[in-house]
């Protein structure tokens, strides 16, 4: 069965503090991996995208590696900022034609001030 | 209106009744999702429409019948819910036919509760 697993399911970081968020996964044959991020009351909105050759991707403050023999990806936070406060979810699709990706639960971030 | 537009946005509904969810895209995508998200739970698909075709989970049970009359205007109709389908849906548009190769846009969903 497809699965994919966040941690932490929740973390509380202070402004300006770097954070790394963890996802592991099982999905096969496998596709691309994204990291979406959603805001309180707002549909997620996509941060990166990995594919099997790629081990790092930058997009500003936000940087996401995979490791795709151990079936592994994080995403790194740096310089957190108050705006960053909400819900990292990991994605991952399958190839061969399949519709259905299958869905982290998130990590929910809260950056204090 | 830009982006992916949802409505409503709010919606509570006794289990005997029937509603719609409508959403709309103004980005010129040409396939359109629904999800279902519920708290604790990962995000679920449950309808793709690509190109005029349609894919569904097969999970979705079937008091959940969805609409796609165009490219831009997707609709999910609701009736005899159960009180567990009490959720977040969420809307999505893309601009090609499959959801792994292409980024896809997201409505701010509709907070559906059934009593």
């Known amino acids: 069965k497809n699965q994919v697993e966040q941690s932490p399911q929740s973390l509380i970081i202070l402004e300006g503090k770097n954070c790394t968020l963890q996802?592991?996964?099982?999905?096969?044959?496998?596709?691309?991996l994204r990291w979406y991020k959603q805001d309180t009351g707002r549909g997620p909105v996509s941060l990166t995208i990995?594919?099997?050759?790629?081990n790092t991707k930058s997009n500003g403050r936000y940087t996401a590696t995979l490791d795709a023999d151990t079936k592994q990806s994080s995403l790194h936070i740096t310089a957190s900022q108050l705006s960053d406060s909400a819900s990292y979810i990991c994605?991952?699709?399958?190839?061969?034609?399949?519709?259905?990706?299958?869905f982290g639960r998130g990590t929910s971030l809260i950056v204090h001030p | 209106e830009t982006g992916v537009t949802q409505t409503p946005r709010h919606l509570v509904m006794g289990m005997t009744n029937k509603k719609s969810l409508k959403c709309e895209q103004h980005?010129?995508?040409?396939?359109m999702y629904w999800y279902k998200q519920s708290a604790k739970k990962p995000l679920e698909l449950m309808f793709v429409?690509?190109?005029?075709?349609?894919?569904e989970n097969n999970s979705v049970p079937s008091r959940f019948s969805p609409e796609c009359p165009n490219s831009s205007h997707l609709f999910l109709h609701l009736h005899t819910l159960q009180p567990e389908d009490s959720a977040l849906y969420l809307c999505?548009?893309?601009?090609?036919?499959?959801?792994?190769?292409?980024?896809?846009?997201f409505g701010p969903g509709t907070r559906l509760t059934v009593t």
């Open positions: 999505a548009s893309s601009q090609g036919g499959t959801a792994s190769s292409y980024e896809q846009y």
């Open positions: 996802c592991n996964y099982t999905v096969s044959p496998f596709s691309n």
């Open positions: 990995m594919t099997f050759s790629e």
């Open positions: 994605v991952v699709n399958p190839s061969g034609g399949s519709y259905i990706p299958t």
């Open positions: 980005l010129g995508h040409n396939a």
């Open positions: 429409y690509s190109l005029e075709e349609r894919v």
